[in-house]
T-cell receptor, first 116, second 113 residues
Framework: AQKITQTQPGMFVQEKEAVTLDCTYD???????LFWYKQPSSGEMIFLIY??????QNATEGRYSLNFQKARKSANLVISASQLGDSAMYFC?????????????FGRGTSLIVHP | GAGVSQTPSNKVTEKGKYVELRCDPI?????LYWYRQSLGQGPEFLIY????????DSGLPNDRFFAVRPEGSVSTLKIQRTERGDSAVYLC???????????FGSGTRLTVV
């Protein structure tokens, strides 16, 4: 079974609008971490935001926020006020801590295109 | 160094040849990860080092793939008898301990012709 599911292969948004990228996860661990990374066409993976499973508040980093719904096992990324430079692939990842093996598992990604 | 460095950035090799891909992590980072990313896919885990030892190599696809980290810093991913299906971007990431954030390198694009 997929541990991370990103159901949107591609998303389009108008510049300055907000956009939500979906991510659901599957784990039986109580302690885990959720990450979002951005991968522009240059290929480098850029860390955006982190949410711990015990964090009660949704994580925010500038224009990025993570809508964490633990009961639904979802960790959607919200980008406010989209910019042209936000056009990239976005990957959701989860790190479980069971067995002491801290290995992030990634989803298949969502391609975001921001239109002027 | 300031970031994770991967060399070479691009490698073209003939089917059947041996290749080595190098990763130089952030100084002091004990955890190091190798991932493989095929076109249109997310990064796929290969192997995880904690210090000098491979803590988890369950993602290595077969015995043609091997990785070392002899002094707990630089790591080398070695692929023997390369096949066209090995063509992908190989990403390396490091972390201070494995429980905090992960910093990725720019990757090595391997093309097997």
């Amino acid at each position: 079974a997929q541990k991370i599911t990103q159901t949107q292969p591609g998303m389009f948004v108008q510049e300055k609008e907000a956009v939500t990228l979906d991510c659901t996860y599957d784990t039986s661990d109580q302690s885990y971490g959720l990450f979002w990374y951005k991968q522009p066409s240059s290929g480098e993976m850029i860390f955006l935001i982190y949410q711990g499973s015990y964090d009660e508040q949704n994580a925010t980093e500038g224009r990025y926020s993570l809508n964490f719904q633990k009961a639904r096992k979802s960790a959607n990324l919200v980008i406010s006020a989209s910019q042209l430079g936000d056009s990239a692939m976005y990957f959701c990842a989860m790190r479980e801590v069971s067995g002491g093996s801290y290995i992030p598992t990634f989803g298949r990604g969502t391609s975001l295109i921001v239109h002027p | 160094g300031a970031g994770v460095s991967q060399t070479p950035s691009n490698k073209v090799t003939e089917k059947g040849k041996y290749v080595e891909l190098r990763c130089d992590p952030i100084s002091g980072h004990t955890a190091l990860y190798w991932y493989r990313q095929s076109l249109g896919q997310g990064p796929e885990f290969l192997i995880y080092f904690q210090g000098t030892g491979a803590a988890d190599d369950s993602g290595l696809p077969n015995d043609r793939f091997f990785a070392v980290r002899p002094e707990g810093s630089v790591s080398t991913l070695k692929i023997q008898r390369t096949e066209r299906g090995d063509s992908a971007v190989y990403l390396c990431a490091s972390s201070l301990s494995g429980v905090d954030g992960y910093t990725f390198g720019s990757g090595t694009r391997l093309t097997v012709v």
